[in-house]
C-alpha cells in the first residue's frame, strides 16, 4: 500500500515541471493571452483538473513559467559573460570590456536563432501592462537581476563607473532584443558591434605617470638645483 502511494506521489509531482516546460514553451511562441488553458492541459498531456491541482490560476503557472525562464535565461548569460578571456598583462578594463562584448555578442546569436520570439519578460510585461501585477513586477525583477549582475561583472574586470557602464551596455542590449523580434538581427550586427566598441575603447587604456609638479619658489630665490 505503502509503495502504492510514494508511485502516485512520484507520479503527480513530476507533472508540475513537465507543465511548467510546456508552458513556457507555449507562452514564449504564441503569446500569454492567446494561450488557453485547455491547450496547456493537452500539450503537457494532463487534464484540466490535474493542472488547477498544481496551478489554481493560469496566472500561478505564468510566474513558474517566467521563473523557469529567468533561471535558464541568466544561467546561459552568466556562462557567456565569464567565459571572456583577455591576455596576460592586459591593462586594467580589458577584461571588462571583453564581457561587454561577450554580453551583446551572446544576444545577438540568440537574436539570430529560428525561433527566436524576443524577450518573454518584456513580451510578459506588455500583456500584464499594470506596474503592480505580479506578473509585471516579475518582469521588471529579471532585469533588474540582468542589470546588477552586469554592473558586479564589469566591476571586477576593471570598468570605470561600473553601475553607469553597466546601464549602456544593458540598453544597447536591450535594442538587439527588439531589433531581432521586429525583424532580422541581421542588418544590425555589425552596428551593434561598434557601439559596443565605441562603449568600451576607453576602458583599456592603460593610465600615463604623470610628472609631479615643480615646488614653487620664492620670489628672489634660487632655482632649485637641478
Request: with cysteine; aromatic share 8%; proline share 7%.
Amino acid at each position: 500500500m505503502l509503495v502504492a502511494v510514494i508511485r502516485c506521489t512520484v507520479r503527480y509531482m513530476s507533472k508540475r515541471p513537465q507543465l511548467v516546460e510546456t508552458a513556457l514553451r507555449l507562452f514564449y511562441r504564441q503569446g500569454f493571452h492567446a494561450t488557453g488553458v485547455d491547450q496547456l492541459a493537452r500539450e503537457a498531456g494532463v487534464t484540466k483538473k490535474t493542472l488547477y491541482n498544481h496551478f489554481p490560476t493560469k496566472e500561478a503557472l505564468v510566474l513558474a513559467a517566467l521563473r523557469l525562464r529567468d533561471e535558464d535565461f541568466r544561467a546561459r548569460m552568466e556562462r557567456a559573460v565569464h567565459g571572456a578571456k583577455v591576455a596576460a598583462g592586459s591593462p586594467p578594463g580589458a577584461l571588462a570590456a571583453a564581457r561587454a562584448r561577450a554580453y551583446l555578442d551572446f544576444l545577438l546569436a540568440w537574436a539570430g536563432e529560428h525561433d527566436f520570439c524576443g524577450c518573454a519578460f518584456i513580451n510578459a510585461s506588455a500583456e500584464y501592462a499594470s506596474a503592480d501585477d505580479p506578473i509585471h513586477r516579475l518582469a521588471w525583477e529579471h532585469k533588474r537581476l540582468v542589470l546588477e549582475f552586469l554592473a558586479q561583472a564589469l566591476g571586477e574586470g576593471g570598468a570605470p563607473a561600473p553601475e553607469q557602464n553597466a546601464q549602456a551596455v544593458f540598453l544597447l542590449g536591450e535594442g538587439i532584443i527588439v531589433a531581432g523580434q521586429v525583424g532580422s538581427i541581421a542588418p544590425f550586427a555589425a552596428a551593434a558591434r561598434a557601439a559596443a566598441t565605441a562603449l568600451t575603447a576607453g576602458w583599456s587604456i592603460a593610465p600615463t605617470t604623470q610628472a609631479s609638479p615643480a615646488p614653487p619658489t620664492t620670489p628672489g630665490a634660487a632655482p632649485p638645483a637641478a
